[in-house]
């Protein structure tokens, strides 16, 4: 599996962007997510969505703000963010998650994630 993510830029407190994420390979991916890391801190859970449809998840400082969506013919899948803060500056790394995941779960630690793409750098500027 190889994920590109792209998307992240400078933009000012109150601004938007899309990040993108497109997954290439044969293994098939049972969920994607976003994952963030600000300079000096852990990479910690943004959003992820299954490929099976199921609704997507946040954590609690994204869920008003973010919105993460798939295209399966593109195999591509979305953060949209609106409302952008500065704590919401880092790096933005999508991961692809690539055994099955039980019915109710919804991974969100880094070591449910099996492949990483490259991270693409947002900044919030006050």
């Known amino acids: 599996v190889q994920l590109q993510a792209s998307g992240g830029g400078l933009v000012q407190a109150g601004g938007s962007l899309r990040l993108s994420c497109e997954a290439s390979?044969?293994?098939?991916?049972?969920?994607i997510g976003w994952f963030r890391q600000a300079p000096g801190k852990e990479r910690e859970f943004v959003a992820a969505?299954?490929?099976?449809?199921?609704?997507?998840y946040y954590t609690d400082s994204t869920k008003d703000r973010f919105t993460i969506s798939r295209d399966l013919a593109k195999n591509t899948v979305y953060l949209h963010m609106t409302s952008l803060k500065p704590e919401d500056t880092g790096a933005y790394y999508c991961?692809?998650?690539?055994?099955?995941?039980?019915?109710?779960?919804?991974?969100?630690?880094?070591?449910?994630?099996?492949?990483w793409g490259r991270g693409t750098l947002v900044t919030v500027s006050s």
């Open positions: 991961a692809s998650r690539t055994s099955p995941i039980n019915d109710g779960l919804r991974p969100d630690q880094k070591s449910e994630f099996d492949y």
């Open positions: 390979g044969r293994t098939f991916n049972y969920a």
């Open positions: 969505i299954k490929w099976s449809g199921a609704l997507p």
